[in-house]
């Protein structure tokens, strides 16, 4: 059984309570208000549920995060960002993000971002939590990501593309601005193959936490970043 949390305070039970199968429940109910929010990400914890279930909140073991440095960039990428083909923006766009993040990606799908994380995560964008990096081509969202960023870490949620290559520009562009602001890590939360082959690593739940009590502190206000710093990034790569 997992915990049921009241609405009172955001008052999660200790993470070794998270179930093996399946792999990091932790706990159901709560809210998704921005104290709730962020002190779940703070602890190594994120909500993810489907629209029939109450809140869920998960703290995976192990985890899979990306370090900046360890990016792993395809010599078909390297093409794509050596041309330019799309202009990259960031905190331009956001809800429009999260609402084709959450566009079934087959037929029949359902789908995690729910109308109330909809709402949730944008109201951590206009506090200056969660960010956008977005790639357009002319004034046509084509391919984005988003995430909440704390102190060093950057925890990504979700991701799109309607153009090939489209999303990886998007992380692209948010590594190396990432590794510019001074970024440790960037959680993946859960392992794919696709995260893998980006250079992104599985470390165990207490690692992540200790990476967590050192970096995801902030003495900062959070606050909108400048789409400026995603545009004069040099990819110049040798050319193969």
């Known amino acids: 059984?997992?915990?049921?949390?009241?609405?009172?305070?955001?008052?999660?039970?200790?993470?070794?309570?998270?179930?093996?199968?399946?792999?990091?429940?932790?706990?159901?109910?709560?809210?998704?208000?921005?104290?709730?929010?962020?002190?779940?990400?703070?602890?190594?914890?994120?909500?993810?549920?489907?629209?029939?279930?109450p809140i869920l909140w998960w703290s995976p073991d192990p985890?899979?995060?990306?370090?900046?440095?360890?990016?792993?960039?395809?010599?078909?990428?390297?093409?794509?960002?050596?041309r330019r083909a799309f202009e990259v923006r960031c905190d331009t766009a956001f809800s429009a993000v999260m609402a084709a993040c959450a566009a079934p990606r087959e037929p029949g799908a359902g789908t995690w971002i729910t109308p109330e994380m909809h709402a949730a995560y944008c109201r951590m964008h206009e506090l200056g939590w969660a960010h956008s990096?977005?790639?357009?081509?002319?004034?046509?969202?084509?391919?984005?990501?988003?995430?909440?960023?704390?102190?060093?870490v950057f925890f990504g949620e979700s991701m799109f593309a309607r153009r090939t290559d489209a999303s990886?520009?998007?992380?692209?562009?948010?590594?190396?601005?990432?590794e510019r602001r001074g970024f440790t890590v960037i959680d993946?939360?859960?392992?794919?193959a696709h995260l893998a082959?980006?250079?992104a690593t599985e470390i165990a739940r207490n690692a992540f936490v200790h990476l967590l009590e050192?970096?995801?502190?902030?003495?900062?206000?959070?606050?909108?970043?400048?789409?400026?710093r995603m545009?004069?990034?040099?990819?110049?790569y040798a050319r193969p």
């Open 1 to 53: 059984m997992i915990d049921w949390l009241d609405d009172a305070t955001p008052s999660f039970p200790p993470l070794e309570c998270a179930m093996r199968d399946p792999n990091g429940l932790l706990a159901a109910g709560g809210r998704l208000e921005p104290e709730w929010l962020l002190a779940a990400y703070r602890r190594g914890i994120f909500p993810w549920y489907s629209g029939d279930d």
């Open 133 to 152: 990096v977005e790639s357009w081509i002319g004034e046509e969202l084509v391919g984005g990501l988003y995430g909440m960023a704390i102190g060093q």
């Open 197 to 199: 082959s980006l250079g």
């Open 168 to 178: 990886k520009v998007a992380l692209a562009h948010l590594v190396k601005d990432l």
């Open 63 to 82: 985890r899979m995060v990306l370090a900046p440095s360890a990016f792993k960039i395809s010599r078909s990428l390297q093409r794509t960002l050596r």
């Open 231 to 236: 545009q004069d990034i040099d990819w110049g």
């Open 214 to 228: 050192q970096h995801a502190v902030t003495q900062q206000a959070p606050a909108r970043w400048a789409a400026t």
């Open 188 to 192: 993946c939360q859960m392992n794919t």
